[in-house]
């Protein structure tokens, strides 16, 4: 029994919803494919009759909502006939999008900045514009590149899987005349062929680093470090004041922890601090065994960030330079040091998709459930595609939703 729950865990996508989203699960690893332009083009048509017929029926926004909902995403994609279980539905499906909608933007209301690769890096510009476009003020264009950018390097520093960090290599920023945004970015670790996809939406978000997401997709549950769980707080609190304190003694305490693995770490008994011993078995999911931190580098950053005296963790994250090495360095000091531990829970988790049959998590809506099969199949049948083509898309919805 214990080997056919293994085997599901290693071959099922997991996903973390905030309970007033759909949520599910899907199978998908790292693809290098390319889509075929035929079917890119039929993508293009098909999705972008779908999302015409959501702005219609229910306004632009409500399109953020569904590009933000994983498992709506996931179905959306193998409707427009991409690999169900290929990490590539992320990519060419929002490719097809903005393609789609590229000259009808304006009329809709909906901006998509931001792609794969080299692209993602021009999101900033493309905001710049699409705000000048729409005159919005500079106050909120610079406040939606901010975020563009925060979003981006939250997914890259705060969740970490250690060894095998997973890389933002596409990022994509959709907001609305109202000012609402979206974001929806992917990860990859190469290394072990997997892939992370992240979801963002505005209404959403509290908090820029803690529990700001409406959906993370991985293919695995792991342990990594997970500091925009609430439960990392008191660790994101210390590593910031880290950095307001004198240099010498966290570069100290970083160079101790790197240099006596395996051993005891004795400290004074001062309030706040604790004696931890470091082996395989007590820190497996935060294990400095292997940790190398070049500490040139690393003192550099945190004589900036000193500098700059950032007012919370925020702050320190947006600070430029500052990434995944630096916050975990701070992390490791502020856990085994002063003993506050943030949290290895995978914000990835398994869930089902409009609610199970014995109402685990929770009862199936069938108004949610309907609505979304009718507004696909509109979608399907406003599309400028053939009759043989809109068949197919729509037994691929039957295929995926009954």
């Not at 994983?70 to 490719?95: A, E, H, K, M, R």
Request: charged share 30%; hydrophobic share 35%; net charge positive.
């Amino acid at each position: 029994m214990e080997s056919k729950k293994q085997k599901l865990a290693e071959s099922q996508f997991f996903v973390r919803i905030k309970s007033d989203m759909r949520t599910g699960i899907a199978t998908i690893p790292l693809d290098y494919g390319r889509c075929p332009r035929w079917l890119f083009e039929r993508m293009k048509r098909l999705a972008r009759g779908i999302i015409i017929t959501l702005v219609e029926e229910f306004g632009p926004d409500e399109v953020l909502k569904r590009l933000s909902d994983p498992i709506w995403f996931q179905s959306f994609g193998c409707v427009l006939g991409f690999d169900w279980n290929s990490s590539g539905l992320t990519t060419t499906t929002l490719g097809a999008v903005k393609a789609a909608l590229f000259d009808i933007q304006d009329k809709l209301g909906i901006f998509i900045c931001g792609g794969k690769g080299k692209t993602s890096r021009k999101t900033p510009e493309q905001i710049q514009k699409f705000g000048e476009f729409l005159s919005f003020s500079p106050k909120q264009v610079e406040r939606m590149v901010y975020t563009s950018k925060i979003s981006a390097k939250v997914d890259s520093s705060c969740i970490q899987n250690l060894y095998n960090p997973f890389q933002i290599y596409h990022h994509n920023f959709i907001f609305t005349k109202s000012g609402q945004w979206a974001v929806v970015q992917q990860g990859m670790a190469t290394e072990i062929q997997k892939a992370r996809r992240y979801h963002w939406l505005s209404t959403n978000v509290k908090d820029f680093v803690e529990e700001p997401h409406s959906g993370i997709v991985a293919d695995e549950r792991t342990n990594p470090l997970n500091l925009v769980a609430k439960e990392s707080k008191g660790n994101k609190e210390i590593s910031t004041e880290l950095t307001k304190e004198e240099p010498k003694t966290f570069l100290r305490d970083i160079e101790l922890i790197s240099g006596r693995q395996n051993h005891l770490i004795r400290q004074r008994r001062l309030p706040g601090f604790t004696e931890v011993e470091l082996n395989n078995v007590e820190f497996y999911s935060h294990s400095v065994l292997r940790e190398k931190f070049d500490l040139k580098r690393l003192k550099k950053i945190i004589n900036k960030a000193h500098f700059l005296k950032p007012k919370n963790f925020e702050g320190l994250l947006a600070t430029e330079g500052v990434g995944p090495k630096t916050i975990r360095a701070l992390s490791l000091v502020s856990e085994l040091i002063y003993g506050a531990k943030p949290s290895y829970q995978d914000p990835a988790r398994y869930s089902f998709a409009h609610g199970g049959k014995d109402a685990t998590p929770y009862p199936v809506d069938r108004d949610i459930y309907d609505k979304t099969i009718e507004i696909l199949e509109k979608g399907i049948q406003k599309s400028q595609i053939s009759d043989k083509e809109k068949d197919k898309a729509k037994y691929r919805l039957v295929k995926r939703f009954r």
